[in-house]
């Protein structure tokens, strides 16, 4: 196991260095950064008050809105010259989020991406086609770390151009893909129409994440390119990919808590909740000396799982991502997670992975569509089949959401492509109700 120490350090020794970790990221962010000191000094907190795991309780949240006030270079706990690398968030609804990295973070980075990378049995003999995008979103150059870190052979491809993706696979014999699942859907499709059959190649293990999906686009992804897929989580407040991991177990993400240390919220009341219950994922970097982050409010919904885990890891795990607060879909009061729609879809033969959620309004009434490609093979058949198969997914679908949904049977191939995050929904309503 990469650095099987810190990884397996029994659970006592963990919390001890946590602690530790915590008094000196709230004395260098009290010292260094005027936001985190005027927060401080209204929650009443000095640092010398932290003493305990559970003082973080006491410790006021960062939220994104937070880190937009401050841009671009707010948050800096050190001197501009010390960052040696930058990365942002993509800022589709606002200003965007910079992460500042010192050489000290960017060895961290390098660190738990080599952890991820190894804890789905990846080592230094295997080559490592990096497809998530270079620049500043940080999936391509945080897999590219994770890779040379462990001295792996590491294909800075970035994303996009399948068929050069393809050919690169086939021509170094390339065992390891890092991409979106999303990305990882539509490679397989195009090798399929393309007669490339990836299936029985070399590639054996893939790294997933950067969006949601389920556990359902799991098994397809497995089955199509013939490998085991890891579900990776991370985010650009905290460092990008590498906060947590699934390790061969596939249960759970082994969070990385020597450097980031997990809560759980009700979103509502700010409390913190027990392991098991689910909520606000709330993550507080221990190690970052560019852009340190007290309690950052992820919006993602999951809960922890502090069994210990099979494989000897003794980080708590937390559950493959359930929704994310802002993402959830409030239809006619109902709570709609675009995961519960697509389980339901990868269930049903006949479609395709491909679907577009569409929520409008006519009148006083939410309406609920969603939009999925027919097979091919479905495609020539007879309306009266398409129209059954539609009434049956709305059947599906009202069991899964407890709602009215339409469904609506697209062509092949008219539904967007994602090379990166893809875009699931369309809220057409002029005032959404999504919080
Ligand atoms: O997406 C970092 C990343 C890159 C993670 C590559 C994994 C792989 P951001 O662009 O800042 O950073 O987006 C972070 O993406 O708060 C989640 O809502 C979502 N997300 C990330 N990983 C997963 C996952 C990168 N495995 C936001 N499952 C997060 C579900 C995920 N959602």
């Not at 399948?162 to 086939?170: I, V």
């Amino acid at each position: 196991m990469w650095n099987e120490a810190a990884q397996t350090l029994p659970v006592d020794h963990l919390r001890e260095l946590q602690v530790q970790r915590l008094r000196a990221l709230v004395a260098l962010v009290y010292e260094r950064v005027p936001f985190y000191r005027k927060r401080l000094d209204e929650a009443g907190v000095r640092p010398e008050n932290v003493t305990s795991l559970a003082d973080l309780a006491t410790l006021p949240f960062t939220s994104k809105y937070d880190m937009r006030e401050v841009f671009p270079f707010g948050l800096f706990a050190c001197d501009a010259s010390e960052i040696v690398e930058v990365h942002m968030s993509s800022g589709t609804t606002g200003k965007p989020v910079v992460g500042g990295y010192t050489r000290n973070d960017l060895s961290i980075w390098g660190e738990v991406m080599a952890r991820t990378l190894d804890a789905g049995g990846v080592g230094a003999e295997d080559i490592i086609q990096v497809a998530y995008g270079y620049g500043l979103f940080t999936g391509g150059l945080g897999g590219h770390y994770g890779g040379t870190t462990l001295g792996a052979m590491t294909l800075p491809m970035s994303s996009g151009n399948t068929f050069r993706q393809l050919n690169t696979m086939a021509d170094f014999g390339t065992t390891t893909l890092l991409c979106t699942p999303s990305y990882a859907q539509f490679i397989a499709e195009y090798a399929a129409e393309h007669d490339i059959d990836v299936a029985n190649g070399p590639l054996r293990a893939g790294f997933f994440g950067a969006e949601p999906w389920s556990e359902a686009m799991r098994a397809d992804i497995e089955a199509k390119l013939g490998i085991k897929a890891y579900d990776i989580y991370g985010l650009t407040e905290l460092i990008g990919p590498g906060v947590a991991g699934e390790c061969s177990e596939q249960d759970g993400l082994h969070i990385f808590e020597d450097h980031f240390y997990p809560e759980i919220i009700d979103p509502d009341t700010g409390e913190v909740l027990p392991s098991g219950e689910k909520g606000e994922l709330v993550l507080t970097t221990l190690t970052r000396t560019g852009t340190p982050v007290l309690r950052y409010r992820t919006r993602d919904i999951t809960y922890l799982m502090d069994e210990p885990c099979p494989c000897g890891r003794t980080s708590r795990r937390i559950h493959r991502l359930m929704g994310r607060n802002d993402d959830m879909l409030i239809v006619r009061g109902v709570n709609v997670f675009p995961q519960q729609v697509e389980e339901v879809l990868l269930r049903v033969e006949g479609v395709e992975p491909y679907y577009q959620i569409v929520v409008d309004r006519d009148g006083a009434m939410d309406t609920l569509e969603v939009e999925v490609e027919m097979a091919a093979d479905l495609f020539s058949d007879e309306v009266k089949q398409i129209l059954s198969l539609e009434r049956k997914i709305e059947h599906e679908l009202k069991l899964a959401l407890g709602i009215q949904a339409t469904v609506k049977l697209v062509n092949p191939k008219t539904i967007e492509r994602s090379e990166g995050k893809a875009k699931r929904i369309v809220d057409r309503r002029s005032v959404p109700t999504g919080v």
